[in-house]
């Protein structure tokens, strides 16, 4: 159902955004993909889903700009790039607070103000920000996170009302855990690090504040993104989608 429309998902060279191309393709959609990766990979993902990838380093300005210019006109819009640093608030690294913010919020302030005029003129357009758990939450020594993600939200909202009456929609995705290959990475040093069973690590550790104890699947953020595309979702803007097995509703 998405066929002649083009979807740009930044991040998408791999983890969710990936998924969440994947899923857009499967649909029709013309992907541009964006995010760092070696060139082989690239060039694999671009066979795989007949699509462009757009370099461009999201923490910058010109970066996010080139990306936008190198894609053309999109009718979807993922926002989907971020990254993490956890640090108590009197040793958070003040470059890694910058590049949070940069990449995790002032990116999706760009790639949107440059990617609405098309939507608008075309009368239809969807905007999709994949914030987390922490846009609703917080977690100690997560500052820049939780208050990046919490930005995305509110600028998901802002945006809503804008473009209300412009067959525009902007919605955020707020996954808890999500089943990717650096959740996974991380659970041998975890069991050695506190003498733990591969099952404590996943259900003390990792999943202590999901509770259905199970991890979100990217696939299952690709299929919330298929429904927010389409026409049953045409009066869904402003929403905040958590996908986080219940965290947020404790
Ligand atoms: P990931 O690390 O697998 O992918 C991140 C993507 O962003 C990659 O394609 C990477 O190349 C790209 N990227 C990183 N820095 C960039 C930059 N400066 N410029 C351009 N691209 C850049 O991460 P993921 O787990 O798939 O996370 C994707 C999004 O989902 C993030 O916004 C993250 O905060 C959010 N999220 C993840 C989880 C989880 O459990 N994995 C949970 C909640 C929210």
Known sequence: FLKGKRALVTGSTSGIGLAVARALRAEGAEIVLSGFGEAEAIAALCDELS?????????????????????????????????????????????????????????????????????????????????SAHSLTASPFKSAYVAAKHGLAGLTKTLALELATDGVTANCISPGYVWTPLVENQIPDTMKARGLTREQVIEDVLLVRQPTKQFVQPSDIGAMTLFLCSEAAANVTGANMSMDGGWTAE
């Open 51 to 131: 699509a462009r990838h757009v370099a461009g380093d999201l923490s910058q300005r010109a970066g996010v700009e080139a990306l936008m210019a190198g894609a053309g006109p999109v009718d979807v819009l993922v926002n989907n790039a971020g990254m993490q640093h956890v640090a108590p608030i009197e040793h958070f690294p003040v470059e890694k607070w910058d590049m949070i913010l940069a990449l995790n919020l002032t990116a999706a302030f760009h790639t949107s103000r440059l990617a609405v005029p098309h939507m608008k003129e075309a009368g239809w357009g969807r905007i999709i920000n994949v914030a």
